[in-house]
């Protein structure tokens, strides 16, 4: 790993209106550099049920990268996708697998910004990455009652449609292993947008309390991607699965109300 990290940070703590702005970045360079000699590659990253491997720990290429076929367009003639012969054989097979997206970022950030105007105070915090990708799987053409992901329906080919960017209805079970399914997975979610009000020390004196803070915050509400899936932060603890998206709950919203009391 190489790469470059890049704080900065601004505070304004006197007066009535105080704020502190912060942000915060860091570049990324994933590659494996040494593998055993007597090993090509090793596969992990697989589907419970089925014996596919999806990613792979190869020298000279990022950590469990997905490995799969790479596809050019889609035939208009039969609205299959055109998979790409790597090693020009004329045979279409694991031999055919090749490089197709990686999960690791190449740059991560995030920001804060606190305020403060007297009784009132607001707080929020972003963070994001950008260059990642992640892989569908949660889609299975074998099972008629699984779910089916929308992009797959939206422009698909039909004989109306023969110009479509996703292959026909009941197409070959390699696309579920290319390209097709590997999708940008980049975001940028604001983790917390909270403002509060702490009730003044007149009243406070009144009550008998040290202090009393009412507030209001939204937490991973805000969610900005392309990606198509339930969530851009798919993926596992297990490394091998990294970015794999294999339909897992999203982040939840929340939307939270409280109140601090001190005696």
Known sequence: NRGFEFELEYRKLTGDFTYSISGNFATLHNEVTYLNPTIQRISGGET???????TAFEEGLPVWYFRGYQTDGIDDATGQ?????????????ENDKTY????????????????????FDF???????????????????????????QFLY??????????????????????????QMVFNGSYMRIKQLQIGYNLPGELLNRIKLKSVRVYVSLEDYFTFTSYPGMDPEAGSVINSNLGLDKGMYP?????????????
């Open 154 to 179: 939206d422009d698909r080919w039909t004989s109306e449609n023969t110009d479509g960017s996703r292959p026909k209805a009941g197409f070959d079970p390699k696309t579920l292993t290319s390209d």
């Open 123 to 149: 707080i929020a915090t972003l963070q994001g990455q950008a260059g990642s990708e992640n892989m569908i799987l949660w889609m299975r053409n074998d099972l008629p009652g699984s779910n089916i992901p």
């Open 81 to 93: 996708p055109v998979f790409v012969d790597q090693n020009d054989d004329l045979i279409i097979n």
């Open 251 to 263: 982040v939840t919203k929340k939307a939270l109300f409280g109140i601090s009391v001190s005696l």
């Open 48 to 54: 419970s049920g089925a014996a596919t491997f999806y």
């Open 100 to 119: 197709i997206g990686s999960a690791i970022p190449n740059l991560t950030y995030g920001g804060n910004i606190s305020l403060s105007y007297k009784g």
